[in-house]
């Protein structure tokens, strides 16, 4: 009976190994605001099911809440990777209403919006620390990398062991420095490239099959 019961648990393992190997991996994609996680998002959905995840725009804090597009199936070098992208607000220290009136907004719709957004980051952090696989964080290369936000995610994503990989995106901006963010996190592969238009998206699909197949 011993040896009966020993081989059922043995097959049962090997059973829940295939099935979960079977899953999605859950790839959250996290960033400062205005990173163009969201045009990242969209960019890989409709190049690979022709759907968008969510609205993009140029006034931060766009995306409020996570959202998620399942089943999205890569193809590259033979290889077929199948992943769920979540598309998660930008984190930051603060959210101050006051950054959206310089976008026309009235005093409420502005203070609204600052109150989702922080309820956004907080929901960030969870999936972050509970329901993703692995990593793809967006940076602006036109910006300084080197803040409090990008090395306190990254710290986080290393304590959880999750593969990551860091986009430099906006290449197509006369400021854009690659290199410099390549020198904040060298113990992570940076991929340059522009959501916005397309461009060394080749590579990306490449470097999402590898770390996340």
């Known amino acids: 009976m011993g040896l009966l019961t020993e081989l059922r648990d043995s097959i049962s393992r090997v059973a ?7 899953e999605p991996r859950r790839i959250g994609i996290y960033g400062p605001p205005n990173a163009g996680k969201t045009t990242l998002a969209n960019r890989i959905a409709r190049d690979w099911t022709g759907d968008a995840i969510g609205p993009e725009s140029h006034i931060p804090h766009e995306t409020r809440r996570a959202r998620r597009k399942e089943n999205v199936e890569i193809e590259r070098n033979g290889k077929k990777v199948t992943i769920d992208i979540v598309d998660t607000p930008g984190v930051t220290t603060k959210v101050d209403y006051k950054e959206f009136l310089d976008h026309d907004m009235q005093k409420d719709d502005a203070v609204r919006r600052s109150r989702e957004a922080t309820e956004g980051v907080a929901e960030a952090m969870h999936w972050l620390r509970e329901d993703v696989e692995g ?40 400021d854009s420095n690659v290199q410099r963010i390549a020198n904040a996190f060298p ?27």
């Open 135 to 174: 990593v793809i964080y967006v940076l602006d290369s036109t910006e300084d990398p080197f803040t409090q936000v990008n090395t306190m995610l990254i710290g986080i994503i290393e304590s959880q062991d999750l593969p990551v990989l860091i986009f430099a995106n906006k290449t197509d901006l006369e």
């Open 16 to 22: 829940d190994r295939l099935f979960t190997d079977s």
């Open 187 to 213: 113990q992570h592969e940076t991929v340059p490239l522009s959501a916005l238009e397309g461009n060394n998206m080749d590579e990306v699909y490449d470097k999402i099959a590898e770390y996340f197949g």
